[in-house]
């Protein structure tokens, strides 16, 4: 149809002259413009389909821009009208142009109606397929996403999103192509990438899966870069894995001695036709023989924990075997991480670690106490292990364990330490918290306390009294459970109780763990104000004051801080301990020590805040404030960055300001230009302080209040405190 008209048309093109030919040289374009418009869109290639299909959108919305033009009597690009107003008759050529606009037009308009109503498809069968997908129907999800790439086969979350679903079904292969095809429509599609890694792994293709996990964290946004990481390293683990699997079967095939060995014991186990004397001499014979990584290997490729948890006189609960084979599952999970995961992936595995926990048999108890103790010590272990066992069982288990077996009692302890660090495992276990394991480590820890009075406990029993209060401070950042805690009178009279012993060590490395952990607690504990605190505040001061001085700057820091919160809460109680001796000497130590080593900021930033309370509330404290030095000080500790020290040195300053004495001393320093300097450039509380801090300097003393004058202090005063 276009080839005859266009034979027609041009010897009128050949001989038109002046705006005519503009017009018809438009009118060319045009037509070549719809003719690869039209050529596009019939084209098999779907990438030349998609850029057909964009560019007639294109030309679609400018002629509706030019016919809005138009109608507003305006002029564009393509649509010019001479202030002549000179009539062109039409020609037939040129109605036969019109009616070729329209009818590709039309064509393309209702090809946007097309897409527009696959694309609607297409999003309502990925809608379809994601519900699929989360209720587990993995079969019907891959259908609909299959479904949806008919409509819209250039989009990239239906091919990532079957590729997932590829995944789940096995077809990982699949999996692979799906994510290639999405990468050619977006190269940098994080999802396909990472999608395309999982279905490598799953084909035992590591080196790819990494590359493919390595290219995705090049282009991922920071906050997912973690995530992938992780995939990298499961990855690597997978494939030491696979290597190591390979290393063991070889050593089968050779028939070497401690391959042989243990298969036999497996096979043994294995029978459920032999008399409990054998199965009890394999499983010995099994617990012993492991001890390379060869073994551990072969025993996880073997199937062998699933064997040994299946055998007939573990499932009756025969204590011995039981016994044996806990200690065999111990010998080939320590140190293997791919056997801990092979084995909490055994079904129902959960159920029967919370059967051992519970059992009547101590021994039996006790061996299951330090098989869950090992898996707690791995992140991702502990975390599954929490996700399959019964909180109860799991909590009442070791309490019992604490309770009355002393052989498994550093391992139940140091379990709940490292289950504590979850805060799914927190905030689950509140009430059997502050009910049942609070009150079990308190008698634990005081049943210590007695069995070795004021001496230093030795190593074991300092590891169970470390292992009892990073218990404690784990679990007193949760709210309702450090709200419960705080009221009970033996925790705080415990903790200070250890603070007594261990003061005579303070610098002994293990006793600085303990100390570093009971300070930790009894700062969480002080944030809640209660008469359990009260009772033991004043003893617990003069205890305090000891470790100012440790070579450990986070005990200083913890000390200082538990200080500065006991005085917020009972001032008016603790205000003669504190003025008594040397506190206020070792606060202003601190303090100046901040000027000496940035590491001492925290510490000093508690020290600082002390001293501030101390000057605030009792005139008699300024005094001893000054003799210790702790003025000049802070008058030095204003030139420091950090914002809640300078506010805390400011009111200090201030409070000090009211005595005459001490304000005639401090008109020999540089405090009013430095008060000044934050004053004006400082917001909020701080710029409050130093604020208050220079009117109390300038109406104490003339010399103050000159040499403000002199720096326009009253000016800019008066200024940043509108």
């Known amino acids: 149809y276009l080839l005859p008209w266009m034979l027609r048309y ?28 039209m050529k596009g869109l019939s084209s098999t290639d779907e990438n030349e389909r998609r850029d057909a299909m964009a560019r007639s959108e294109e030309f679609l919305a400018e002629r509706e821009k030019q016919k809005k033009a138009k109608g507003a009597g305006l002029e564009s690009d393509d649509c010019r009208v001479k202030t002549d107003r000179t009539v062109v008759n039409k020609t037939d050529e040129t109605a036969e142009l019109d009616a ?9 308009a209702e090809r946007a109606a097309r897409r527009r109503a696959r694309e609607q498809n297409a999003t309502k069968l990925k809608d379809e397929g994601n519900a699929a997908f989360k209720a587990g129907n993995y079969e019907l999800a891959v259908a609909k996403y299959t479904e949806g790439l008919e409509e819209m086969p250039w989009n990239t979350a239906l091919y990532t999103n079957r590729a997932q679903a590829y995944c789940k079904v096995g077809s990982n292969q699949r999996a692979v192509e799906d994510c290639d095809k999405a990468l050619e429509i977006d190269d940098r599609c994080i999802k396909a990438l990472v999608h395309r890694g999982n279905a490598l792994v799953a084909l035992e293709k590591f080196d ?32 030491d894995a696979a290597l190591k699997e390979k290393k063991a079967l070889d050593s089968q095939t050779r028939g070497e001695f401690e391959s ?40 996880r490729a073997q199937q062998g924990f699933r064997i040994v948890l299946a055998n007939k006189f573990f499932e009756d609960g025969d204590p011995d075997v039981v016994q044996s084979v806990l200690d065999t599952i111990y010998a080939v999970c320590t140190g293997d991480k791919q056997n801990e995961n092979a084995l909490l992936g055994i079904r129902n595995v959960g159920d029967i670690f919370g059967d051992l926990l519970v059992s009547t048999c101590p021994v039996v108890t006790s061996s299951a106490a330090a098989l ?3 898996l707690s010590m791995n992140v991702h272990s502990r975390t599954r292990l929490i996700a399959i066992m019964s909180k109860s069982r799991l909590m009442h288990g070791l309490v019992a364990v604490i309770d009355y077996c002393s052989a498994g009692t550093t391992n139940a302890v140091e379990t709940f330490a490292n289950f504590a660090l979850e805060k799914g495992f927190r905030g689950l276990m509140s009430t059997p918290v502050n009910d049942s394991l609070v009150p079990a480590l308190d008698k634990l820890i005081n049943r210590l306390l007695i069995s070795y009075g004021t001496t230093l406990p030795g190593d074991q029993s300092s590891t169970i009294v470390h292992g ?10 949760e709210n309702a459970i450090r709200r419960s805690m705080a009221t009970r009178k033996s925790t705080w009279e415990n903790s200070h109780r250890v603070l007594e012993v261990y003061r005579s060590s303070a610098n002994n490395l293990k006793t600085l763990l303990v100390l570093r952990t009971v300070l930790g607690l009894l700062m969480n504990l002080a944030l809640e104000k209660t008469d359990a605190m009260e009772s033991v505040a004043r003893p617990l001061v003069a205890t305090i004051v000891h470790f100012i001085s440790s070579r450990s700057d986070e005990v200083i820091e913890r000390s200082c801080g538990l200080l500065s919160r006991l005085l917020s809460s009972f001032s008016d109680h603790l205000m003669p301990e504190f003025l008594r001796g040397s506190v206020v000497h070792h606060l202003a130590s601190v303090s100046k020590s901040m000027l000496l080593s940035t590491e001492r900021e925290p510490a000093a930033s508690h020290a600082v805040r002390c001293l501030a309370l101390l000057v605030q509330r009792n005139k008699d404290a300024r005094e001893v404030v000054m003799k210790a030095g702790g003025v000049h000080a802070m008058v030095d500790l204003l030139e420091v960055k950090d914002d809640s020290i300078v506010g805390n040195a400011a009111l200090c300053i201030g409070s000090c300001a009211e005595d005459k004495t001490i304000c005639a001393i401090l008109s020999e320093t540089s405090v009013v230009p430095k008060l000044l300097h934050h004053a004006k450039e400082a ?10 801090a220079l009117a109390k300097l300038a109406s104490g003393d003339d010399r103050h209040l000159e040499k403000l004058r002199g720096l326009h202090g009253i000016e800019i005063l008066h200024s940043r405190m509108k």
Not at 17 to 36: A, I, Q
Not at 216 to 234: C, D, F, M, N, S
Not at 279 to 291: D, F, N
Not at 468 to 477: D, G, H, M, Q
């Open 260 to 299: 042989t060995t243990l298969l036999e014991m497996l096979q043994v186990l294995s029978r459920r036709d032999l008399p409990k004397q054998h199965v009890l001499e394999a499983a010995r014979t099994l617990a012993l023989s492991i001890g390379s990584e060869i073994q551990r290997t072969l025993f």
């Open 683 to 692: 917001f909020g509380v701080v710029q409050q302080n130093c604020a208050v």
């Open 208 to 239: 790819e899966a990494i590359k493919s996990y390595e290219r995705a964290v090049r282009v991922a946004p920071l906050k997912q870069e973690k995530t992938i990481t992780g995939y990298i390293e499961k990855a690597e683990e997978a494939r």
């Open 10 to 37: 041009q010897p009128s093109l050949i001989m038109s002259t002046g705006r005519k030919d503009e017009d018809l040289e438009d009118v060319t374009k045009v037509v070549e413009n719809l003719d690869s418009i």
């Open 468 to 477: 009892c209060f990073t218990v404690l401070a784990n679990v007193s950042v």
């Open 100 to 108: 070729y606009r329209k009818a590709v037009e039309a064509d393309a």
């Open 372 to 374: 869950i103790h090992i």
